[in-house]
């Protein structure tokens, strides 16, 4: 019996109906999110659950699997402990934490512990530099971590408890979070509201809150102008420039009709070409490539996909697994 | 701690960021109370032209680290095509140094909502996706819920506030690659395919999600739409210097007091953020910094003074990117830490293109080979060699972004590397760790 139930499949459909109707490829990603919900990790039967279900051969969706860091190739933990060895966190003690819990838990990258509860890994930056040296467990964050720290969450991890995230919602299991991954919201109590920003967040607001500081002259009424308006002014700054040369600065920045005024102009290194040479470029170059000629998206028809779906529920799972690892696609 | 001087202060710019302080701010109705969806209610009301002129009026350009002039971006779309338009919102944040949009996301999720339907207003899409990095969990449980509740209210789905405009919005996560930040391949990868960067042309604007009309836009650019249809072009420009217009969210991180998050008018300098950081900390003297993240070159204690807008930056030899300012000491080794960032880069690219695939690795064993204290004067030589093969010849910009802190270390601190070479530095990596390393 498949472990992919009826729920899955309806969940699936859910996740399919998000995209448009001839594009069902792109819930590819939730998918395998939510087939690693089920079993922690995509398996060769959750490869071909999603190859099922969106009409692709199972070597197209284990080439995606494959290419993303999040989705696992082997079953994992309850907790994915990810420490940030990147360079700022690094620096900051990072590698420390990671090396500390590495020979206390026993286990190196990308391991799980004996017991099931933990899998470890070093994870480039995590966006919390201001936070660092920063660690997460379900991708939710402990910040400001050093050695010590680290070892007494993993330590209460694994005896049954939760600690809570420093930022973040209250943990929850890692099948529980891929769910969420897939697009589902996250129906736990007062989970969302769980994590106010720290005070490294609000470090700038704060001392603008304390000195006063604030951007003067905001108006929300301020009219947005009409084209009609926007030309008139232009006209009438044309004529001003060209009554008073040299034209002031305001008249150069005024819109100019069927142009982008100043903004072309800027002077960078990737400095944007001019619209007009765009549009030739873009023409030209949708000339000589056909484009997306040879993606044609797969799955297409609505149908198609109901079928899928119903067949695959019809269909025991027993054999596909095998035929997935023969085609490579997981390793 | 000093407080800073008043004229510092001054640099400070809180729009984006203004609602951080109310801790309820994500959820809509607090949204509502502090100007929420007044941007939408004046915007349904004016015509899409007009909004795209206004902000091209604004100066606004791209927060996600190219700093492309946004309303000429959104009028590239070409209209009456009768083809479907897209927004699409890289919410990928991965850059390392960078964490501005995962705060902003988390705690004004509606900010980015309401600029998603309003500039997918402007451009004529009935479909908008915001694709968040995978990890991202919590920036994407407040995210989903705004996008319901926002659903609920009628400020998406049909017929928004009676306009007769329909628009739906989906957040889909991705699954841990830092390409997908590149604009292609995150379209790749929401079209549920490895994320791999496109050849341009076609740009994504008349090919992009679904060989359609697409806008990418970053995360701040479309926070940034709201404020600007609010207080108007003109107050916009009131921030920032003439060619980069507006606040910009300056992210600190490292060896300094507060590490944190400065929304200040852009071309503010690295000495008076740091004033407004509080300094190094003790006992640390800044050494080499990065002005946007990993991917632009270092700089050093001598560009204290640059002014941090597109083009002060640009001119001092770097790049402004995300404004993710990372800080070193002279504790920190320049070449270690350059050592890390390629490791990254190594683990993250995507492999379709030889060079930045073949390149960052090789390029990750010559400086396992120097920090173990074995390498070679002509190391050195290899390593520009091999950054002259990568920068300008790789497929996307990630591998032009690995040089950065390569050639930019080696030109300011050279020093450092020939103390390894020459075993004035004690090896920072072991023998061990060079055995089988990967």
Known sequence: ??????????????????????????????????????????????????????????????????????????????????????????????????????????????????????TLEHAECLAACDYGPVMTVNYDFFDGVDAATAVGVVDELRAGGRPMPTRGARLCTLKE?????????????????????????????RLAQQHGVSV?????????????????AAAEAKAKAEAAKPAPVEASAAPVKGGDGASAKVPTETSPPAPRDAQKAQAAGVAANEPAGDRKPAGDSTGAQERNLNEASASADGATSADANETGAQK | MTTPRPETLAKL????????????????GTYEQLDGYAALRKALKAHPDD?????????????????????????????????????????????????????????DPHALVEGVIIASYAIRASRAYIYIRGEAVHAAR???????????????????????????????????????????????????????????????????????????????????????????????????????????????????????????????TLRELLELAGGMQPGHNLRFWTPGGSSTPLLAAEHLDVPLDFEGVAAAGSILGTTATQIFSDQDCPVYATYRWLEFYHHESCGKCTPCREGNYWMVRVYRRILAGQ????????????????????????????TSSVTSSLKYFKQDYLDYIEGRTAPKLSDKQLVGAH
């Open chain 1, 1 to 118: 019996m498949s472990v992919f139930t009826d729920e899955i499949r309806e969940r699936a459909r859910e996740i399919i109906a998000r995209y448009p109707a001839d594009r069902s490829r792109s819930a590819l990603l939730p998918l395998l999110h939510l087939v690693q919900a089920e079993e922690g990790y995509v398996s060769p039967a959750g490869v071909t659950f999603c190859a099922e279900v969106l009409g692709l051969n199972k070597a197209q969706v284990g080439a995606v699997a494959t290419f993303y860091t999040m989705y696992k190739r082997k079953p994992t933990g309850d907790f994915l402990v990810s420490v940030c060895t990147n360079t700022m966190c690094n620096v900051l003690g990072g590698q420390e934490v990671y090396d500390t819990l590495s020979e206390h838990l026993g286990v190196g990258h990308d391991e799980t512990t004996a017991d099931g509860t933990i």
């Open chain 1, 177 to 205: 979070m891929a769910v969420q991954l897939a697009g589902f919201a996250d129906e736990r109590d007062g989970a969302v509201a769980d994590g106010g920003p720290g005070e490294p967040t609000l470090r700038g607001l």
């Open chain 1, 216 to 232: 003067p002259g905001f108006d929300p009424n301020t009219p947005i102008r009409s084209k009609a308006e926007a030309d008139k």
């Open chain 2, 13 to 28: 710019t809180p729009v984006l960021t203004k609602r951080w302080l109310s801790p309820d701010a994500w959820r809509i």
């Open chain 2, 51 to 107: 909004l795209i002129q206004l902000i091209k009026d604004s100066g606004l350009r791209g927060r996600g680290g190219a700093g492309f002039p946004t309303g000429l971006k959104w009028g590239f779309i070409p209209q009456g095509d009768g083809k479907p338009h897209y927004l699409v919102v890289n919410a990928d944040e991965g850059e390392p140094g960078t964490c501005k949009d995962l705060p902003l996301m988390t705690h």
């Open chain 2, 142 to 268: 407040r995210l989903r819920n705004a996008v319901q509740e926002a659903y609920d209210k009628g400020y998406l789905g049909r017929n928004i506030l009676r306009s007769g405009y329909d628009l739906e919005l989906v957040v889909h996560s991705g699954a841990g690659a830092y390409i997908c930040g590149e604009e292609t391949a995150l379209l790749d990868s929401l079209e549920g395919f490895r994320g791999q960067p496109r050849l341009r042309p076609p740009f994504p604007a008349t090919h992009g999600l679904y060989a359609s009309p697409t806008v990418v836009n970053n995360v701040g650019t479309i926070a940034s739409v709201p404020p600007i249809v609010l207080g108007g072009a003109d107050w916009w420009k009131s921030m920032g210097t003439e060619k980069s217009s507006g606040p910009m969210i300056y992210s600190l991180s490292g060896r300094i007091v507060n590490p944190g998050q400065f929304e200040c008018s852009m071309g503010v």
């Open chain 2, 375 to 402: 390498g070679t004067h002509e190391d050195l030589d290899t390593l520009l060699d091999t950054c002259d093969n990568i920068l300008g010849r790789s497929f996307c910009g990630l591998g032009d972004g690995a």
